[in-house]
T-cell receptor, first 111, second 113 residues
Framework: GQQLNQSPQSMFIQEGEDVSMNCTSSSIFNTWLWYKQEPGEGPVLLIALYKAGELTSNGRLTAQFGITRKDSFLNISASIPSDVGIYFCAGASGGSYIPTFGRGTSLIVHP | NAGVTQTPKFQVLKTGQSMTLQCAQDMNHEYMSWYRQDPGMGLRLIHYSVGAGITDQGEVPNGYNVSRSTTEDFPLRLLSAAPSQTSVYFC????????????FGPGTRLLVL
């Protein structure tokens, strides 16, 4: 099946720092998605990308769909304690649009 | 709208017992899916459905059955629970269209002894 490599696995940062995480795939995707999961909750969609090269922002979050369609990155600027959680990338292709998920990046922000 | 609801929130089973995890959505979404989440493994797709009466297997379907008799409901059945099925299970739904958004339920935490 499709493989998604998400890195880093975990990050421990100080409040105010910028964060960058990325996903790479062995396959081409038509859609890249970024989710955040807080403890005890289901994942919540942060950003959806539909076009190669697309750069999309959602507040302090910025994500890009790689030109090769095999990668994507998520940046968080000026991190705050409530950014804590697990961030997942997901890629989808084909008509069924059932995404494949990366293994997640666990983010801890120290005040 | 309640969105995607899942019941129960927690469940403890003995090996060999059967149970059904319920999932319902009130957004008239065509697509529904079940994932399991294990530490360090991300979300793995178990089964999915692209509409009432249509289901298909995902990445890890063994030991699970699904059916989709209505648009709203997509139950997941464990016929004979095994300790390897201890996990957190998430149901998700989405609509078709140009701006697809997948919504997840709050999850069911299952422990199989």
């Amino acid at each position: 099946g499709q493989q998604l490599n998400q890195s880093p696995q975990s990050m421990f940062i100080q409040e105010g720092e910028d964060v960058s995480m990325n996903c790479t795939s062995s396959s081409i995707f038509n859609t890249w998605l970024w989710y955040k999961q807080e403890p005890g909750e289901g994942p919540v969609l942060l950003i959806a990308l539909y076009k190669a090269g697309e750069l999309t922002s959602n507040g302090r979050l910025t994500a890009q769909f790689g030109i090769t369609r095999k990668d994507s990155f998520l940046n968080i600027s000026a991190s705050i304690p409530s950014d804590v959680g697990i961030y997942f990338c997901a890629g989808a292709s084909g008509g069924s649009y059932i995404p494949t998920f990366g293994r997640g990046t666990s983010l801890i922000v120290h005040p | 709208n309640a969105g995607v609801t899942q019941t129960p929130k927690f469940q403890v089973l003995k090996t060999g017992q059967s149970m059904t995890l319920q999932c319902a959505q009130d957004m008239n979404h065509e697509y529904m899916s079940w994932y399991r989440q294990d530490p360090g493994m991300g979300l793995r797709l178990i089964h999915y459905s692209v509409g009432a009466g249509i289901t298909d297997q995902g990445e890890v379907p063994n030991g699970y059955n699904v059916s989709r008799s209505t648009t709203e409901d997509f139950p997941l059945r464990l016929l004979s629970a095994a300790p390897s099925q201890t996990s957190v299970y998430f149901c998700a739904s989405r609509s078709t269209g140009s701006q697809e958004t997948q919504y997840f339920g709050p999850g069911t935490r299952l422990l199989v002894l």
